[in-house]
T-cell receptor
Framework: DQQVKQNSPSLSVQEGRISILNCDYT??????FLWYKKYPAEGPTFLIS?????DKNEDGRFTVFLNKSAKHLSLHIVPSQPGDSAVYFC???????????????FGKGTKLSVKP | KAGVTQTPRYLIKTRGQQVTLSCSPI?????VSWYQQTPGQGLQFLFE???????NKGNFPGRFSGRQFSNSRSEMNVSTLELGDSALYLC???????????FGPGTRLLVL
């Protein structure tokens, strides 16, 4: 059973517009959420994270929103640029589990295409 | 700072063989996690090491094992390779609990 779900395998957006990538989770023990971007033949690159004690975190063009009651988070990219075209992974973990951090649970990714 | 290094980048093996992959963390990072990425299952956690100790393990068979050395470099080993082990193997490192994981470029393993 998938604990982290990204229900949209792909998303196409015009350059300059907003990209909204969504992620749902089922495990209420998750308390830390991250977004990674991945280009082909490269490892995932960390983008932005949010702790469960917050509902919003912003870093430049990237904003992550967390709705704990709905077990839903989203990544907003404004304005979208062609260089943002990549696969975006949502990940979650329980930071308090055994004091270790290693176990990130990933969604299956959403492929974002930003058209010029 | 240099990033996470993984060697080799590409590998072709045949069924039944065994393989060892290496991961060198960012300087100062003591936690190393390993993940398997396949088209069907996505990114799945294998195990995590910190100070030469395995602290966490995912749901993979015992054919998958790892270790970490005193300099924090880590290796993972897959014995008796199966076709389904063909995947991109990624390692991610961090300085410890509460810190962000940074990924290496991965090792693409093809089992024939």
């Amino acid at each position: 059973d998938q604990q982290v779900k990204q229900n949209s395998p792909s998303l196409s957006v015009q350059e300059g517009r907003i990209s909204i990538l969504n992620c749902d989770y089922t495990n209420s023990m998750f308390d830390y959420f991250l977004w990674y971007k991945k280009y082909p033949a490269e490892g995932p690159t960390f983008l932005i994270s949010i702790s469960s004690i917050k509902d919003k975190n912003e870093d430049g063009r990237f904003t992550v929103f967390l709705n704990k009651s709905a077990k839903h988070l989203s990544l907003h990219i404004v304005p979208s640029q062609p260089g943002d075209s990549a696969v975006y992974f949502c990940a979650a973990e329980n930071m308090n589990y055994g004091g270790s951090q290693g176990n990130l649970i990933f969604g299956k990714g959403t492929k974002l295409s930003v058209k010029p | 700072k240099a990033g996470v290094t993984q060697t080799p980048r590409y590998l072709i093996k045949t069924r039944g063989q065994q393989v060892t992959l290496s991961c060198s963390p960012i300087s100062g990072h003591r936690s190393v996690s390993w993940y398997q990425q396949t088209p069907g299952q996505g990114l799945q956690f294998l195990f995590e090491y910190f100070s030469e100790t395995q602290r966490n393990k995912g749901n993979f068979p015992g054919r998958f094992s790892g270790r970490q050395f005193s300099n924090s470099r880590s290796e993972m080993n897959v014995s008796t390779l199966e076709l389904g082990d063909s995947a991109l193997y990624l390692c991610a490192t961090s300085s410890g609990v509460g810190e962000t994981q940074y990924f290496g470029p991965g090792t693409r393993l093809l089992v024939l």
